[in-house]
């Protein structure tokens, strides 16, 4: 089969639904919780603005669920999730 030029055969990315995106919330934040307690930390593929939005979605339930801050880092290819770094009180100067 030939194509036009510069047409390229293959994968045509469609984006998720909103029904999509909540079930996938809903199915993966267990998972993600449950290696971020494991290991402290979950990382995936995710090459497209799609999967980055549903995978921050899912960092935010986890934050919820655990009741600790989580973040997230994408960088165009993976995106991780883990535990926010806390930072340390302030000590009272004693000037």
Known sequence: ??????????????????EEKARGEAN????????????????????TPDQVDLFQGVARRVGDTLGRPVVSYANGREIVITFAQQEAPALPSQY
């Open 1 to 18: 089969m030939t194509h036009p030029s510069g047409a390229q055969p293959g994968y045509r990315h469609i984006p998720l639904s909103a």
């Open 28 to 47: 993966l934040a267990p998972v993600v919780a449950q290696m971020l307690i494991a290991r402290g930390r979950f990382r995936v593929s995710a090459d």
